[in-house]
């Protein structure tokens, strides 16, 4: 298809999706936020639920359907038979086309997922070199069970330090320290909500910055996507994202002569197709994102990886087999089904820009640094920027808001802004090998 063409096409499929959207919310949802109607809206008691019969229409009105959604042109491979995720979705990280999804928009629990939003929301607040001595209601409120990096009250921490913790070993601990760095657990969850609705991740709800199960706590996979691809956008994210392995700050110990040490332990990404496992091997050219796992979320897992110069995001939720490491083994499979059908099938929808990318970067040339690691001064311009290269490589109202200000961002922007590519150079040098 001409690009022109295409840009139009996927310009119209914003739109409808955005109208088909309002066109859904009632004067009385209109009034004010409401819980969904619907028990499926909510996390799932058990994998064989079923999903709504009817979702979000945010990316296109097929991500909205449920059941598997693809467009095989001539000579696409099939989808792998062996899928037995709940949720899963294919994207081109770059250009945003969703290759092939499956329950797209289904509003599920999503584990430690959800910190790629806390990363995204809060990496920009300080330098990697700030230090915090850790008190003891930092770490207060963390659930029973949780993973942890191995914080330790009353020790000194740099940022760079708490934000290895979060992303190579799912640390709840270092969440808690950095959230109480930010204002506290409760400040942290309304700017994560902020940011997932300026993002349109509008089947996401937090209400805990980590990720640990709390009633009414959700996301989709669409929504966990669209937090990747914000998140990579940031050179400091991709670097811990891709960190295989790293020194972690240990325990300061006196010895009998009272002189004090501290030796580092080392600590290893939890994320199997970067790290490798038993039953699992690295990926080829894997360099991120983020695992996850609850009783309630199961295994839920988001992946970005480079073949061929093409850059594709996988997120998969909950398995229904009960295998070691089946997310992993999923992912990759889709993984492998979409670098083989890149080119030859027709997108089934598309991941949304955030709402302010046209007043972000309206003009084709602007550039965004993308760094995280900011002055300390808060959130303000902290946002990622919708398609900005990086220089550096590197329910209610508020859902009625969300879409119609997407909406005319689209209309105000034209087609080029919903087609800009997010380049993401050097994703997989960057990378640590292990």
């Known amino acids: 298809m001409p690009a022109p063409k295409k840009a139009v096409r996927r310009s119209l499929l914003v739109t409808s999706a955005a109208l088909t959207a309002l ?9 004010a936020p409401s819980p969904p109607a619907n028990p499926s809206a909510g996390p799932s008691a058990s994998p064989s639920a079923t999903p709504p019969a009817s979702m979000s ?18 000579g696409a491979p099939v989808l792998p ?11 081109d ?9 499956h329950n797209a928009h289904w509003r599920l629990a999503p584990a430690s997922t959800l910190k790629m939003l806390f990363a995204d929301t809060l990496l920009p607040k300080w330098p990697k070199t700030t230090k915090h001595k850790v008190v003891p209601s930092d770490l207060a ?59 349109q991740a509008l089947d996401t709800t937090v209400v ?3 990720g640990y199960d709390a009633p009414a706590q959700v996301s989709s996979a669409y929504d966990l996507t669209l937090f990747a691809r914000s998140g990579l956008q940031k050179k400091d994210f991709r670097e811990y994202a891709s960190t295989v392995r790293a020194k972690f700050p240990g325990e300061t110990k006196k010895d ?91 997108p089934v929808g598309e991941l949304v820009p955030p709402r302010s990318a046209a007043q972000a970067s309206p003009e084709p040339g602007a550039v965004a ?18 398609g900005a290269p990086a220089a550096d490589g590197s329910g209610g109202i508020g859902v009625a808001a969300g879409i119609t200000a997407g909406l005319l961002v689209l209309l105000a922007g034209g087609a080029f802004l919903v087609n800009r590519k997010w380049p993401l150079p050097d994703l997989v040098r960057r990378r640590t090998r292990p």
């Open 81 to 91: 038979k062996d899928l037995t995720a709940r949720s899963w979705i294919v994207a």
């Open 141 to 199: 409120g963390i659930g029973a069970g949780s993973s942890m990096v191995g914080i330790k009250e009353e020790e000194t921490y740099t940022v760079h330090d708490l934000w290895l913790g979060v992303f190579l070993r799912s640390g709840n601990d270092a969440v808690h320290v950095l959230s109480a760095m930010n204002g506290g657990v409760g400040q942290t969850v309304k700017e994560m909500n902020e940011h997932a609705e300026e993002l």
């Open 93 to 101: 990280a770059e250009s945003g086309d969703v290759l092939a999804a």
């Open 57 to 74: 229409a945010v990316g296109g009105a097929r991500l909205g359907k449920p059941g598997t959604q693809v467009d095989l042109a001539g």
């Open 256 to 346: 009998e002569k009272g002189r004090t040490s501290r030796q580092p332990f080392e600590i290893q990404n939890t994320n199997r197709l970067l790290a490798g496992g038993s039953d699992v091997g690295v990926y080829p050219g894997i360099a991120g994102v983020k695992n996850g796992y609850t009783t309630n979320a199961g295994n839920t897992f988001t992946g970005v990886a480079e073949q061929g110069g093409k850059v594709l995001l996988v997120t998969v939720m909950n398995p229904a087999k009960d295998e070691q490491n089946e997310v992993y083994k999923e992912t990759a499979r889709l993984f492998d089904w979409g670098f083989e059908a890149a080119g030859k099938v027709r």
């Open 23 to 31: 066109a859904l919310l009632s004067p009385a949802a209109l009034a």
């Open 369 to 386: 640094s993308g760094e995280a690691g900011g002055s300390g001064k808060g959130a303000v311009g902290a946002q990622p920027v919708a």
């Open 208 to 210: 805990s910055p980590d």
